[in-house]
Nanobody, 119 residues
Framework: QVQLVESGGGLVQAGGSLRLSCAAS????????MSWYRQAPGKQRELVAV???????NYADSVKGRFSISRDNAKNTVYLQMSSLKPEDTAVYYC?????????????WGQGTLVTVSS
């Protein structure tokens, strides 16, 4: 069993910053790409940022220059540093990971953490 547990969400004023964390636990051999997605009310889930096992990153155009994704492989943890937050960043943020387990490849999702940006 593999679990992803997110933390760090909350209420922040526009222009502020938050850092999200997502820790993987369970019987994991290794973790490949780790990603952050978000889903705003009434909208589809969208990819925010991804970081590969080798550390390459990619971002949605809407967050480039404001968000930064990083990972600590020793802790099986991925982070999302969010700065210059805007009301339109309000959403539930979900962590996603490609895990290699005993049975093979497993895609895992976290339960989500709510980020609310007030204007």
């Amino acid at each position: 069993q593999v679990q992803l547990v997110e933390s760090g969400g909350g209420l922040v004023q526009a222009g502020g910053s938050l850092r999200l964390s997502c820790a993987a636990s369970g019987s994991i051999f290794s973790i490949g790409a780790m990603s952050w997605y978000r889903q705003a009310p009434g909208k589809q889930r969208e990819l925010v940022a991804v970081i590969t096992g080798g550390g390459s990153t990619n971002y949605a155009d809407s967050v480039k220059g404001r968000f930064s994704i990083s990972r600590d492989n020793a802790k099986n943890t991925v982070y999302l540093q969010m700065s210059s937050l805007k009301p339109e960043d309000t959403a539930v943020y979900y962590c996603n990971a490609d895990a290699i387990v005993v049975a093979g490849y497993l895609e895992v999702w976290g339960q989500g953490t709510l980020v609310t940006v007030s204007s």
